[in-house]
């Protein structure tokens, strides 16, 4: 039998015997792939990256009311949520709608769907702990550039927002505290929490009977009119910050980031008066806070990378294709010659195959052709009859 050297040798020159046949395949498979990489539609890709430190969730001001993150899984999970935050339905529709990327209208059932097929298109990449990677997929550069950048300033607004937001519960629930303290400072211990919407609503009606009694004999401008107008007015606000839209919406109070006029040289019961300067001290602390958190002014975030415009599609790429195209012309190439190679030596003779096995012939059958007809007995013979 032959060895492995000279199999080698044949199957070297079964392919140079077919070299023809299997360029034929190969150019053939390239030019389809080549040709497909050209119908396929381009995606092109904007990207930034930005980096969110440590720091945004750490404040020495606000750290007796809002505990710090130092857990490095737990601020990660939080970027995230923050980073999706940002991408939110009505960042996505505007953009949806602004770049006319959108085909139904808003009434229209099919907009949801449109709305998260929008959403696939925004990328969210994690680079390490704090550095992540946001950009934007579409069909043309300038699409994808545009958008891309109005994603890097949603993202960061969002940051600011959220931050600002939190500092602002906190403040405005201690502005709510003081007021109770000063509204309410003749109920004794009650006054240190907020009282509720009843009691508000009587003393509200009590200051309006107070009102009505005094306009009967004084005019609008008198001093003691002018001050139950004042407490009138605060106990609005209070009663509508109460209120559960008020609270759902989020609004704020004319000059929320001053004291309530009340507050200003009001009489503090004794047992209250050093709760009370403690809230006071805090809530300027807060205010300060809120001034730090300016756009321009916070540092607790930083663009790594500004997007780019996009000069080449990131998909499909070409030598992606070509690479397909080669390796699928080679397998059909191989399966191709196999199959000639197995159809030639099943059909070979004898002679052929103990010659490429390398072993002798010792003989052959000769072929014999079976005749399947009847055998018809002359006539006035039988079949059993042997003379």
């Not at 396929?40 to 990207?47: E, G, I, T």
């Not at 004999?217 to 009663?239: D, G, I, S, W």
């Not at 010792?362 to 399947?372: A, D, E, Q, S």
Request: charged share 25%; glycine share 4%; with cysteine.
């Amino acid at each position: 039998m032959r060895n492995y050297e000279f199999d080698l040798f044949y199957f070297i020159g079964l392919f140079k015997s077919r070299k023809r046949l299997l360029g034929t395949i190969l150019a053939a498979t390239v030019g389809i792939a080549l040709v497909s990489y050209l119908m396929v539609p381009k995606k092109f890709k904007s990207y930034s990256q930005i980096t969110i430190y440590s720091k945004y969730f750490q404040n020495p001001l606000i750290k007796d009311f809002v505990s710090e993150q130092y857990d490095v899984t737990e601020m990660r999970n939080q970027r995230e949520s923050l980073l999706q935050q940002s991408l939110n339905d009505s960042f996505v529709d505007q953009i949806g709608e602004e770049f006319q990327i959108y085909k139904t209208k808003p009434e229209d059932p099919k907009r949801g769907f449109e709305r998260d097929e929008l959403r696939h298109h925004f990328e969210v990449i994690s680079v390490n702990a704090d550095i992540y990677q946001v950009g934007f997929i579409w069909n043309t550069p300038q699409t994808s550039f545009d958008v891309s950048k109005r994603f890097l300033s949603q993202v960061i607004e969002t940051l600011i927002d959220q931050r600002k937001k939190t500092i602002t519960n906190v403040r405005n629930a201690i502005r709510a505290r003081m007021e109770a303290m000063v509204l309410f400072m003749n109920n004794g211990p009650k006054s240190l929490g907020l009282s509720s919407k009843t009691q508000v609503q009587d003393q509200l009606n009590q200051v309006h009977n107070q009102i009505k009694a005094l306009l009967s004999e004084y005019k609008e401008m008198h001093p003691k009119v002018l001050a139950l107008r004042a407490r009138e007015r605060m106990l609005t606000q209070y009663l509508n910050r109460l209120s559960p839209k008020y609270r759902e919406s989020g609004s704020a109070v004319p000059d929320e980031r001053a004291p309530p006029e009340t507050l200003a040289g009001s009489e503090i019961e004794p047992a209250s008066k050093e709760v009370y300067q403690d809230l006071l001290k805090k809530y300027n602390y807060l205010n300060v806070a809120l001034d730090m958190e300016k756009a321009d002014d916070v540092n607790y975030y930083g663009i790594v990378s500004a997007p780019a415009f996009p000069l080449s599609p990131s998909a499909p790429k070409l030598p992606n294709f070509l690479t397909y195209g080669l390796a699928c012309g080679i397998l059909l190439g191989l399966f191709v010659l196999l199959y000639d190679e197995f159809v030639r030596f099943s059909v070979a003779n004898a002679e052929q195959r103990a010659r490429f096995w390398g072993i002798p012939l010792l003989g052959t059958v000769p072929p014999h052709h079976w005749n399947r007809s009847p055998v018809k007995p002359e006539v006035g013979t039988h079949l059993n009859d042997w003379n």
